[in-house]
């Protein structure tokens, strides 16, 4: 009787374990800005807010998807090395750049996800009306090493200008996209280098103009750790399919 009692109590628990295995969720923790340019992101985690999960019914119903906002890209990369972070939306320049920093040991590229969404913005009645005219100038990027924050300095030096991390010909200051406008506003900077929306927000209310539109770059792309990428390819395959 203790026999049989015993491998009943054995069998119950086998299924109660088979249980709480099927019903665990695998959680995917995926980061995005407050961007134009991250509009997958936006929307996304938007729909999940509102229990409509794009991603989740795509995974299947064992998926569980934490969202995380970032002001750029620098920001996210330090949060897949800490391992607070598997996926984001990231531009080039910061992806890259954990990757080299990492002997690719740390993140894996798995799509594009956009294209253009960026320019360099002046006074509209102010001195700069050609490249030569930012001599002496400051101009305000996302964040230091972000993708903006690149190409500005790469297309400075293109034009002649000597550039460093704190000075040159034409000084570049790092800075968050909400706080350019009363930056630009007040005076602090000429000309700013940002994405969407920032950018029509600063040619709506400070009257900016497009001195350059930044056409050419895929401007965001799908990165993500390589442990996620080693332990779920599957559920890679299946978010940029």
Known sequence: MKTKTLIAVIG?????VQAVRAEEKTVIRFGHFPNITHAQGVITHALTRQGKGWFEKRLGPNIEIQWFTYNAGPSAMEAIFAGSLDLTYVGQGPALNAHFKSNGEEIRILAGAANSGAALVVKPDGPIKTAADFRGKKIATPQLGNTQDISCRAWLKAQGFKVTQMGGDVMVIPTANPDQLGLFQGG???AVWTVEPWVTRLEREAKAKVFLEDKDIIT????????????????????VA
């Open 220 to 239: 965001t792309w799908l990165a993500c750790s390589v442990k996620f990428f080693n332990a779920h390819r599957d559920l890679a395959k299946k978010i």
């Open 12 to 16: 119950t628990l086998a299924l109660f």
């Open 188 to 190: 602090g900077v000429d």
